[in-house]
């Protein structure tokens, strides 16, 4: 499994950022897709997942009514759609892949990752 993150940049409170998490390698029918952040000094957090087959979303509270996680089947590609950025967002983002669909909210849970993108937000 190969996952590769991008999408990340500066940008300011209050603006929206979109990024991409492109897999290949397998078939994701079966896999949960994950997005995980990491602010400096910071613990790897929980951001919000979603199974491939049937489509459930879950979602940190700390991002919920702000972030919508959605996938793409034709392009292998699930997305965060990142609104109402804060500077509290500032972080690497990453997304990471498990096998099962369940409700997958722990970093350990995760098999696979990709390399990080950086988002940072200035107030």
């Known amino acids: 499994v190969q996952l590769q993150a991008s999408g990340g940049g500066l940008v300011q409170a209050g603006d929206s950022l979109r990024l991409s998490c492109a897999a290949s390698g397998r078939t994701f029918s079966t896999y949960t897709i994950g997005w995980f952040r990491q602010a400096p000094g910071k613990e790897r957090e929980f951001v919000a997942a979603?199974?491939?087959?049937?489509?459930?979303?879950y979602y940190a509270d700390s991002v919920k009514g702000r972030f919508t996680i959605s996938r793409d089947n034709a392009k292998n590609t699930v997305y965060l759609q990142m609104n109402s950025l804060k500077p509290e967002d500032t972080a690497v983002y990453y997304c990471?892949?498990?096998?099962?669909?369940?409700?997958?909210?722990?970093?350990?849970?995760?098999?696979?990752w990709g390399q990080g993108t950086l988002v940072t937000v200035s107030s």
């Open positions: 979603i199974r491939w087959s049937g489509g459930s979303t």
């Open positions: 990471a892949a498990v096998y099962g669909s369940r409700r997958y909210i722990k970093a350990y849970e995760y098999d696979y």
